[in-house]
């Protein structure tokens, strides 16, 4: 490993400071940063160690919502009484991330910032447009992995469970900038190549997220959370379905978001205007999955996934609200 | 003078006398019948509460005084030769002690693939080893390469090794060289046979034919490959991670890259796996060695995850066609084979044994190896076997279902060994092969039953001696120089030792894995303890008559009807005399009784020369997502005379686990385009973890085979052989559709399906139905 300096800043502002000089990055537990940096795909001269802000590492219970502080471990929320009753599908995707090792360590905010998995990207040596380069290796190499939609600039997917789960309750996600704080929804704060290939979040120069909440107004009347993955045994999802029906106790505010095939989480309104309770509900919703996508060599297999994916989570949720 | 002597040897209710010529110093087999403490009862590992309690010192965990760091350039090009490489810079910098650089060691220029060793750097610290490592310059020819089996066999595809070396070349049989038979004499054999077993199969009732591939596995162990070298006055001391101390050492003492110690010590207490990968010292064995002796320190040097996934070993892929000719009355006729696969760089051999278990007819077989640009293959394993009984028995399956037999009853048909037609019923009986599920339907859930069988060939051989030592005061050790690589052999060979001597487990000492100690063998061919227990055994056998003859002298008994039992003298026939062995011992005059021996170089007749076995698998696949979940695996195996039920059944559970890995998970990802593993690591390496364990159910059967004293055979190999074949056989069960290709991925999953439904379609899919 390459070695780098260690800062730890006693407040927001100085952390600001310290990560704006000549190549730094923040660093949370570290438990993708300093692989990165151990692969040499990241080489930060110095690393501003947010955890030694103060503030960030709780979780807040309001009427609004749950807020939970980006320092907070993601076992800490999986296990919260409080997130656990009123946001159960944030629970459910955290114990299907990573082992119970990482998740003892990793924090929210550092799950929703993580770089993408793709083996192009995190191999020394190759250059493509997610690293300031040009190109991409996976369109005609090995993509079995890789996104089938908005996959043109760059097909790596989104890698944090999180991420579509928050999107499915508009999160709230609340910045730290040099101007104050800033809020953004899940929604906007998860980016596509299109706008930026070097970034997958909304963050700008200097910018940390210090908390992220869950609005009341988006609890769900039943949901589910279906992932594929290749091995049961800590596994990075092959493509997953996060479904919330009735949220905030509206009838039809349904939410499907789709993850590991996109970029940032897909929204998909198109098949939850499917999900309206009639007899054949599951084939319409999952008969549409592919819409829109454009599979590469290897990753076709996707579709059919999502399709068996989202009929599984409709009946996974339909069965929980009778249940 | 051999002598003779008479034995019963079989197994269950299958028992025959045998008259068997033995060597005139060794003790008769166990007998059926015969008064056994320990061997025969589950006896848990000596060094279990060591391994698990993290005191146990692996050759990782090594730190003679004044250690430094060893590491290894590799290059990143797919086919490259180095044309120079510039040390300068990184020999100014800070903890740098030693550089070596591998044109230089190993008179070698060429980088083959990515991940070919190019130099070596010791310093004092990891992190000042790897950046100086960052700052050697190396200016390399690269060149076009192939790294899969399909491109290297193209047309006009580049080519991968240097000088005379095709890509494609036949390895069974042999391309002849030199003046015996003339190779258009061999071409005009092969065509004939060809037209012949062409014949046999054009003449049988029906014909089943299918082209099956598997995917290249790494052997991954948990410790990798490597040493922490030190040089004492000129003696070289080598903490090394290795199953073959002995063959370790003659490396580093032979003229290899140069190390030539005059005098050589492997130690290898406690080793971090094999799987078949770890018989050489390795270039990383020769370049810690000479690390650490240019550096003048002691040097650790075991590899990175990476350097371990792309240089130290896989077990090839392999392209298998088959066409398979079979009468009415379920008799396999003759088989025809082309096989492919890539032992990369490597030398060692890429064939699938996919001839081999069953009596398969006349049989024209012609296989191929095909260099490709990637890290050489070692013997994993079973070499061949899985990959070959992957695409033997889904093409036994098919050919059942063609005559419609079941498909128990077909194998039983062409199989003689008298042990498997045992086995198969009773995993006929544990997984309930009758049993009705729901296969190939609309729910989302499917399910399906799949059987499939071992052979190995493991009583073990010469190469072996042991040293039993027991004191005045009772102390008992017993030293063999080979290792124990996870198996037990420690525990086996301390078990030997002890029931000959009438001993509890804990009176017993053992010392392996030292190449100061008396000759033990290379774990391969799951031979260890065939070899290293007669050995263990016999020397305890002598040493116990040396002393009786002491007690017999000095209480004027009879030597020839004293024994040990029970830790007490006993009158053979009578019981004890009342005399504890502590007792016996201090009558010694000597501080202690030492005895070595030799096992006997060749095995005895016996009742058979092989381990058969039988696995059958019971999973569930998701049809919505393509996940397969093996539910169960009945795993019916034998191995001669079970000396530790327990780490017998471990050792076959550890076959069948790596058996469903190599079904369903592992797999080697080369990238075409710079030639690349693109998952070099744990992360995208995937390897069965506990939630993707099946339910394991072993069944031991306890053959006394009469080819040894100890009449054991070795256990490593066999229980890999069936599992991914009958995970692969239960697979097209539960769906319908045959799945040619491992590992049985979602991906692969999903696609048959499709491809199922759309047939479906058309008339109701009726092969693969079985209720
Ligand atoms: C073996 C393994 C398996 C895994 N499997 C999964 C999985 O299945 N699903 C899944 O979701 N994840 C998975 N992960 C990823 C894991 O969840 C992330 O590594 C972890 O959440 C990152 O949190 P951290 O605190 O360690 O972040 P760090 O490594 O410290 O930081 C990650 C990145 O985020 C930035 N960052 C951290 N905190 C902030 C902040 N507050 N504001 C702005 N930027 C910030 C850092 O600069 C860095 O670039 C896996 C990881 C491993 C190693
Ligand atoms: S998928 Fe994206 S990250 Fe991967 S190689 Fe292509 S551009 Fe780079």
């Not at chain 2, 049993?435 to 073990?460: D, H, M, P, V, Y």
């Not at chain 2, 799951?526 to 000095?554: C, F, N, Q, W």
């Not at chain 2, 054991?712 to 045959?738: F, K, W």
Request: contains cysteine; proline residues 4%.
């Amino acid at each position: 490993m390459r070695p780098f300096k260690v800062i730890r800043p006693v407040n927001e502002k100085e952390a600001m400071e310290q990560v704006s000089e000549d190549n730094a990055s923040y660093m949370a537990a570290g438990t993708d940063l300093l692989n990165r940096i151990k692969e040499h795909v990241a080489s930060p001269d110095s690393v501003v160690d947010l955890k030694s802000l103060p503030g960030m590492n709780t979780i807040e219970v309001t009427d609004q919502g749950i807020w939970i502080g980006a320092l907070v471990r993601l076992s800490a929320v999986s296990s919260h009484a409080d997130v656990l009753s009123r946001f159960p599908a944030v629970c459910e995707t955290i114990i299907h991330a990573a082992t119970p090792q990482i998740r003892n360590m990793a924090t929210v905010g550092g799950n929703l910032c993580q770089k993408p998995r793709c083996w192009y990207l995190r191999h020394e040596g190759y250059s493509c447009v997610k690293n300031g380069g040009t190109g991409c290796w996976a369109r005609d190499g090995e993509n079995e992995f890789h996104g089938i939609f908005d996959n043109q600039i760059c097909s790596a997917t989104q890698p944090s469970n999180l991420a579509p789960v928050f999107v499915a309750h508009e999160a709230v996600i609340e910045i730290a900038s040099k101007d104050g704080v800033r809020e953004l929804t899940a929604d906007q704060f998860f980016i596509g190549p299109a706008s930026d290939p070097l970034r997958e979040v909304s963050l700008e120069e200097g910018e940390f997220v210090r908390r992220v909440m869950l609005p009341e107004s988006t609890r769900a009347g039943s949901w589910a959370y279906e992932e594929a993955r290749e091995k049961q045994s800590f596994d990075w999802a092959q493509a997953s379905v996060t479904l919330l029906l009735d949220r905030g106790g509206r009838k039809g505010d349904h939410r499907v978001v789709l993850g590991a095939v996109s970029p940032a989480p897909l929204r998909r309104s198109d098949i939850e205007k499917k999900i309206d309770g009639s007899d054949d509900e599951i084939a319409e919703a999952s008969g549409i999955a592919g819409a829109g996508a454009t599979p590469l060599s290897e990753n076709g297999y996707k579709i059919p996934m999502l399709k068996g994916l989202i009929g599984k989570a409709i009946r996974s949720a339909r069965s929980r609200k009778e249940g | 003078m051999p002598k003779e002597i008479q034995i019963k040897v079989g197994f269950g209710d299958q028992f025959r006398d045998l008259t068997v010529r033995i060597q005139d110093d060794d003790v008769k087999p166990w007998q059926p019948g015969d008064r056994l403490s320990l061997i025969g009862q589950s006896t848990p590992r000596v060094d279990a509460v060591a391994k698990v309690t993290g005191t146990a010192n692996y050759s990782y965990d090594q730190k003679p005084k004044g250690m430094i760091y060893g590491k290894i350039l590799r290059s990143p090009h797919g086919n490259a030769d180095i044309v120079s490489i510039d040390i300068d810079k990184a020999k100014k910098m800070p903890g740098v002690r030693a550089i070596l650089t591998t044109p230089e060691i190993f008179e070698d220029e060429s980088a083959r693939y990515a991940g070919a060793e190019v130099a070596a750097v010791a310093a004092d610290t990891e992190m000042q080893a790897e950046a100086a490592l960052r700052a050697i310059e190396v200016e390399y020819d690269i060149k076009p390469h192939c790294v899969t089996v399909e491109d290297a066999r193209k047309e006009g595809a580049p080519q991968v090794g240097r000088g005379e070396q095709v890509n494609v070349a036949r390895i069974s049989p042999r391309q002849r060289r030199g003046r015996r038979g003339s190779n258009s004499d061999m071409d005009e054999r092969l065509a004939r046979q060809e037209a012949a077993v062409g014949k046999v199969i054009q003449d049988s009732d029906v014909v089943v034919e299918g082209e099956f591939s598997t995917q290249v596995q790494t052997h991954a162990p948990l410790e990798t490959h490597g040493s922490v070298c030190s040089w004492e006055d000129g003696r070289l001391i080598c903490w090394a991670s290795s199953q073959a101390t002995f063959g370790f050492r003659n490396e580093l003492t032979s003229n290899w890259g140069g190390v030539r110690a005059k005098s050589c010590q492997i130690l290898s207490e406690y080793v971090g796996g094999g799987f078949g990968s770890k018989f050489s010292a390795g270039r990383e064995g020769v370049l810690g060695a000479l690390l650490a002796k240019e550096a003048g320190v002691p040097v650790h040097l075991l590899l990175d995850r990476s350097g371990e996934q792309l240089s130290a070993g896989n077990r090839p892929d392999s392209v298998q066609q088959m066409k398979m000719g079979v009468n009415k009355d379920g008799v396999i006729q003759g088989t025809r084979i082309r096989s492919w696969g890539t032992p990369g760089t490597g030398t060692g051999g890429a064939g699938a044994h996919n001839d081999g278990i069953y009596n398969i007819g006349e049989v024209d077989k012609i296989e191929y190896g095909v260099r490709t640009n990637t890290g050489g293959a070692e013997a994993h394993r079973a070499p061949g076997w899985p990959q070959g009984a992957f695409a033997l028995e889904q093409m036994m399956d098919m050919a059942a279902d063609e005559i419609g037999m079941d498909r128990v009853e077909f194998r039983k048909k062409n199989d003689e060994h008298p042990i498997r037609k045992v086995e198969y019923d009773i995993a006929k009986d544990r997984i309930k092969w009758n049993r009705s599920l729901t296969r190939n339907g609309g729910a989302e859930t499917c399910q399906g039953l799949g059987i499939a069988s071992n052979l190995w060939f493991s009583a073990g051989g010469g190469g072996a001696s042991a040293l039993v030592r027991i004191t005045k005061d009772g102390q008992v050790e017993v030293r063999n120089g080979a290792q124990d690589i996870g198996t037990g052999t420690r525990t086996v060979m301390g078990m030997v030792v002890a029931e000959e001597l009438g001993l509890e487990m804990n009176q017993v000492a053992t010392r392996i894995g030292n190449t100061d100690d008396p000759q033990g063998p290379a774990s391969g061919g799951s031979t260890t303890i065939g070899t290293v227990t007669p050995a263990a055994r016999l020397a305890a056998y002598h040493a116990k008559k040396e002393l009786m003859e002491i007690v017999a002298d000095r209480k004027g008994w009879d030597a020839s009807e004293l024994d040990l039992k029970d830790q007490e003298v006993w009158r053979i026939g009578e019981g004890s005399t009342g005399m504890t062995f502590e007792s016996a011992c201090a009558l010694m005059d000597d501080d202690a009784i030492e005895v070595l021996k030799g096992r006997p170089r060749r095995n005895y007749e016996g009742f058979s020369d092989t381990n058969a076995g039988v696995q059958a698998a019971h999973v569930e696949v998701n049809q919505a997502t393509g996940a397969v979940k093996v539910l169960k695996v009945v795993a019916v195996a034998d191995a001669g005379k079970i000396l530790n039920p327990l780490t017998s059944e471990s050792q076959v559970r550890g076959g069948v686990i790596q058996g469903v890995s190599f079904a369903l998970f592992e797999r080697r990802i080369m990238d075409r385009q710079k030639g690349r593993m693109l998952n070099d690591d744990f992360e995208n390496y995937k390897i069965l973890g506990s939630m993707d364990c099946p339910e394991i159910d072993v069944v031991l059967l306890d053959v006394y085979n009469g080819k040894s004293n100890t009449q054991v055979m070795g256990l490593g190999e066999p229980p890999i052989v069936a599992t991914a074949a009958a995970v692969a056989n239960a697979v097209s069960d539960a769906l319908g559709v045959r799945m040619y290709d491992l590992p049985i991925t979602p991906k692969k999953v999903l696609e048959a399906i499709a491809k199922r439904d759309a047939a479906k379609e058309v008339p109701a899919q009726k092969k693969g139905e079985r209720l």
